[in-house]
Every structure is written in structure tokens, then in C-alpha cells.
């Protein structure tokens, strides 16, 4: 391997992954960056005078594993992150009902099939290790971008409306509890005042 | 250079105009209106709790991953 493929890597499938992580969460996740930290150790050693040539590889292609296993996690951290939302709105019934633009049991069949995709990926991933590592990053990518579709189906206003009727029959059910408790409280008074 | 999912569309700019991260930093943050922080993702990060980071930390996302499937 030469370093221009390294850095043809870099451009063409690490900074897209990163583009999309960190875009869409608005932070920087230190796992990623812990990766690159190890891609720069590596590639010193490639530009250090006092290793040998065949160590120089050596650095070059744990610098490429390094890059590769960055990409990935990118992805599987931006699916992580999807899932937790997907996840929210699968175990909420009011916001799965109402608060989607398209039917329950459509956003539950879809759900279905994106972990699916996922599991899919995943296999994927494990049995090209060392084989073809770019067959897993389309497949990753792929559960991605379905999985930014069905989140796209939320409707933010209806979910806000559903979570403040939720607020006004919680604080109704907590008043009228008191209110319950006060009246019942005052009525035994009165009849132990005859016993 | 590859197309990205979400963030060529999120933040209406093309991708063959980038090729560091730093620009991605930057085009982020003029958007959000503030610095990015480094941030942990995975709450169940091993880092802190064993000694070797980094072997640790690949199987933590991994599994995290993998939890989503069940």
C-alpha cells in the first residue's frame, strides 16, 4: 500500500463519515478521535528516519486499520444514535400513533427491516475482516441513510402538542388526587366527630 | 469524493469542496453558532473503569451497535 491510498482514503470515505457523525449530533466523539490520534502515531513512524523500511509498512498499514475502523464507527456511532430516536418512538404508543406522518404499523414494518439491514452490515463486516472492509461502509451507509428516512417521518408539532396534553393530564390527574384526598380527609373528620 | 447521507443535505454545501476535518468544524459551527465539544458517546465507556483504552473502547461501540439489534 502506498500513503496516497491512505489519504485517497482519508478524502473519500473518512471525511464523509465524520461530515455525517459530527453534523448530525453537533459534537465530537472522543472514540473517533482517539482513532485519528493513533493514524498520526502511526504515520510519524512511517516519516521517522530511524525505522527500518519494512517497520515503515508495517506503520502504514496499522495507520490504514486504524482509518478504516474510524470510518466505521462513525457510522455504526451515527446508528446508534438514529436507533435511540427510532427506539423512543417505538416504545412511546401516543407518539407512534399519532405524532408520525406515516402509519404505526408502516414505521414498526420499516423499523423491522432497518435492523435487519443493520444485522446485515454487521455480518458483513465480520466476514470480510481483512477481505473487502469497503463492502461493510456501503452497507453501513446504507442503514444510515434509511434510518435518517423513517426519523424524518416525525412530526415534530404533533409530538410537541402529545407531550404537553400529556403534561396538562398528569398535572389534572395530581390535582384532582388532592383535591380528592382534602375532601375525603374532611368527610371522615366530620363523621368521627359523631362516633 | 464520496457522498455523504446527511450532512451535505443538512447543511446545504458539497462535499468536493472539503477534505479535512477542521472544515467540517468549521462549516458546523458558523451553522450552530458555537464551538463543537468533544463528547463521549457511549455512556458505558470502559475507558475510565479498565486500563487499556483503546482495544477496550472498539469493543464498547461494537456493542453498542450490536444492542440495537436485538
Same mark, same amino acid.
Given at each position: 500500500m502506498e500513503i496516497d491510498k491512505l489519504f485517497e482514503f482519508y478524502r473519500n470515505e473518512f471525511i464523509p463519515s465524520y461530515s455525517d457523525l459530527v453534523g448530525y449530533i453537533g459534537d465530537k466523539p472522543q472514540q473517533i478521535l482517539i482513532e485519528l490520534e493513533n493514524v498520526v502515531s502511526h504515520i510519524s513512524q512511517i516519516f521517522n528516519? /530511524?525505522? /527500518?523500511p519494512h517497520e515503515r509498512d508495517e506503520n502504514l498499514k496499522k495507520a490504514y486499520g486504524h482509518l478504516l475502523r474510524a470510518t466505521l464507527d462513525c457510522y455504526k456511532l451515527l446508528w446508534v444514535n438514529i436507533h435511540d430516536q427510532l427506539k423512543m418512538i417505538e416504545e412511546d404508543k401516543s407518539i407512534r400513533k399519532?405524532?408520525?406522518?406515516?402509519s404505526e404499523s408502516d414505521f414498526l414494518i420499516k423499523l423491522q427491516e432497518l435492523r435487519k439491514l443493520a444485522q446485515e452490515a454487521r455480518r458483513k463486516e465480520m466476514v470480510s475482516v481483512?477481505?473487502?472492509?469497503l463492502a461493510s461502509i456501503d452497507l453501513y451507509k446504507g442503514v444510515v441513510r434509511e434510518g435518517y428516512k423513517l426519523i424524518d417521518n416525525m412530526d415534530e408539532n404533533k409530538i410537541k402538542e402529545i407531550k404537553s396534553l400529556k403534561r396538562f393530564i398528569s398535572t389534572k390527574e395530581f390535582t384532582s388526587g388532592i383535591a380528592i384526598g382534602i375532601f375525603t380527609g374532611l368527610i371522615s373528620g366530620y363523621i368521627l366527630l359523631f362516633i | 469524493m464520496g457522498k455523504t447521507v446527511i450532512f451535505e443535505e443538512r447543511y @446545504?454545501?458539497?462535499?468536493?469542496?472539503f477534505s479535512t476535518t477542521e472544515e467540517i468544524d468549521k462549516v458546523i459551527e458558523e451553522k450552530m453558532g458555537r464551538k463543537l465539544q468533544i463528547v463521549k458517546? $457511549? $455512556?458505558? @465507556?470502559?475507558a475510565h473503569s479498565r486500563g487499556t483504552v483503546f482495544k477496550l473502547r472498539k469493543y464498547d461501540i461494537d456493542r453498542r451497535f450490536d444492542e440495537t439489534l436485538k
Open positions: 528516519p /530511524k525505522v /527500518k399519532l405524532g408520525l406522518n406515516i481483512g477481505l473487502n472492509p | @446545504g454545501v458539497n462535499m468536493n469542496d458517546l $457511549d $455512556d458505558h @465507556g470502559i
